[in-house]
Every structure is written in C-alpha cells, then in structure tokens.
C-alpha cells in the first residue's frame, strides 16, 4: 500500500495520535505529551501519564508521530473543527503546494 | 534568518561578512555559474514582453528553482500574480505594480520583491519619485498583509549592501522587516530544506 504523504496531516484525523507540546507561551504545558483522545475547535484533550490535559490548538507547536515520520505541526495550522479538516486542510496543502 | 536575492554569483564569504546568511541567485533562462559550490538556492528571471509571452515561458522553467518575474508592465505583473508557477515578482528600476496586484498577491501568496538596487541606480528627481512609490507600495503591503521581501537585487558587487544597511533603509520607509525576514525564509526553505512543508510544518524524524 503506497504511504500517505506527511502533509495529510493536516487533513487527517488526530484522535488516537502520539503528540508532544514542544513550544507553548505556558511554560508548563512544554513538554506534555500523551495520546489525543478528544478534539474541538480550539482544543486537545491528551491523555497523559499525569491525567487528562487539555491543550489549546492556537500559539502552540505540537510534535507528532504520524505514518512514521515524526512532525513538527504549529497548532495555528489545525485550528478549526474536526469534521472539517478534510476540506480545510486540503485547501491549506494545495495552497502551500500552489495546486489552488 | 537573512537572505538575500542577487543576480549575480557572489562568495560565501563575502555574503557572510555582509550579515547574510545564504542567497537566492537569479539568472535568465537559469545559467548560472558556480551557485551549487556556494549552496545557494537557484533562481530563474523571465522578463516576459506580453501575458502571453509570460504564459510561454512559464512553461518552460525547472520545478527546481525560484520564479521571478521581472516587468515594467502592470498587466504582466498582474497576470504573473495569478500564475502558480510564479513565486516571486523581482524589483527593478522601472516596475510599476497597482493596488489590485498587492491584494492578489496576498491571496495568491506570491513574493512581491522590495530591494535597493534601484535606489542606487537613480539619482535627482527618479529616485525621489521611486521614494515615494516604495513607500506606498510598503503601506499596500501591510494594509493587504502580503509577502514581501526586502533584498539588495544586487547585480554586481558594488550593488550589494549589508543585511544591517536594508533593516535601516527599509524600517525608515515603513517596512515590517521582521515579517520580510520571515517570508524570505519561508521562499529559501521551501527549495533548499527537504523537511520544509509548509510554513508551520516540517519533518523532523523520517521512517
């Protein structure tokens, strides 16, 4: 089965996705990391050794773990719902590719 | 990061010295000499003499490389806007560029080229006049929050100027320089960093 490219990650699902805070104007939220186990708008709830922590998308770089590639992904980037990330998040990859 | 975009190849060395860390070198037709001893990135100029001149020879151009478009004519500028294949539009003494083109360009995230080379190729009464359009060009950019970029175009070596020398020419004019920085850096690494994506999205580990 031919690899899903590393920029779908935009337009793919985050639930169940490994994913480290690694830049956050909170001190505190660096360095979480944890699996995503729920998704709004503006938010991910991470399940971490520490509990459930809920991290804001905006202002902050996420490292994640997709199709073996590891990814730095600024939060700004899947700030918008779930349910509209495939239209969304293909229109940010084809913009960025110049297909638009 | 600074960069800077040249129509010559000059030394590593000599770029450093300047406060520059790499260059975008621009040629026609792409025949550059000795830019891959220097790890700069290539680019390529098309100075098209209609849209559909444009359109020709956009065709032709390496995926590989940087697109310049080089014009003096508002409706080549505006139409360079709208093609995907272009990345930048170059500076030069006698570009004019409107209103209608600044806003597409933001929408159509292509590279408008603000550099200082034209300034020291005129003198008296033009240079005033280019003053004045770079300033209102600079406004547009940030009404419209287009990417631009601030450069030397240098072509020869009494052309290029320090990275220091531009911040302050350019900031007096009104630029935002951090954001030209920002967008210069996008353009580099979009064709020299194999683990840039997009801006905002990199590879930091490969399977």
């Known amino acids: 089965m031919k690899s899903m490219k590393p920029e779908y990650i935009l337009a793919h699902e985050w639930i169940g996705l490994e994913v480290e805070v690694v830049y956050s104007p909170n001190q505190y939220e660096v360095g979480l990391k944890g699996i995503v186990i729920n998704e709004t708008m503006n938010t991910l709830t991470l399940r971490t050794e520490e509990g459930y922590k809920i991290v804001a998308k905006r202002g902050r770089t996420f490292k994640v773990r997709f199709k073996g590639y590891v990814l730095r992904v600024k939060g700004d980037l899947i700030a918008f719902r779930p349910e509209e990330r495939i239209k969304r998040g293909l229109m940010l990859i084809k913009k960025a590719k110049g297909w638009w | 990061m600074q960069i800077d975009f040249l129509r010559f190849t000059p030394d590593k060395e000599f770029l450093k010295c300047l406060g520059f860390e790499n260059a975008v070198v621009f040629a026609e037709n792409g025949d550059l000499e000795g830019y891959e001893n220097h790890s700069y990135v290539k680019g390529e100029i098309i100075r098209p003499e209609n849209p559909e001149d444009l359109r020709k020879k956009l065709r032709k151009v390496s995926r590989k490389s940087v697109v310049g478009v080089e014009s003096n ?3 080549i500028n505006r139409e360079a806007v709208t093609r995907r294949r272009v990345d930048v539009i ?9 209103y209608v083109t600044v806003k597409l360009a933001a929408e159509k ?4 080229e603000v550099c200082l080379s034209k300034f020291l190729l005129t003198k008296g009464a033009r ?4 003053l004045r359009e770079t300033e209102e ?9 287009t990417p631009f970029v601030i450069t030397s175009g240098a072509s ?3 052309e290029i100027r320090s990275a220091r020398q531009l911040r302050d020419f350019f900031s007096f004019l009104g630029a935002e320089i951090k954001k030209a920085e920002k967008h210069a850096e996008i353009l580099f690494r979009k ?4 683990n840039f994506i997009m801006n905002g ?3 930091e580990e490969r399977p």
Request: charged share 35%.
């Open chain 2, 127 to 130: 240079r005033m006049r280019l």
């Open chain 2, 201 to 203: 999205l990199e590879i």
């Open chain 2, 156 to 158: 020869n070596i009494y």
């Open chain 2, 73 to 75: 004519s508002i409706s």
């Open chain 2, 90 to 98: 170059l500076d030069s003494v006698g570009r004019r560029i409107d």
């Open chain 2, 191 to 194: 064709f020299a960093d194999a």
């Open chain 2, 137 to 145: 060009l600079l406004r547009l950019i940030k009404k419209f929050d």
């Open chain 2, 109 to 112: 995230d292509v590279v408008i």
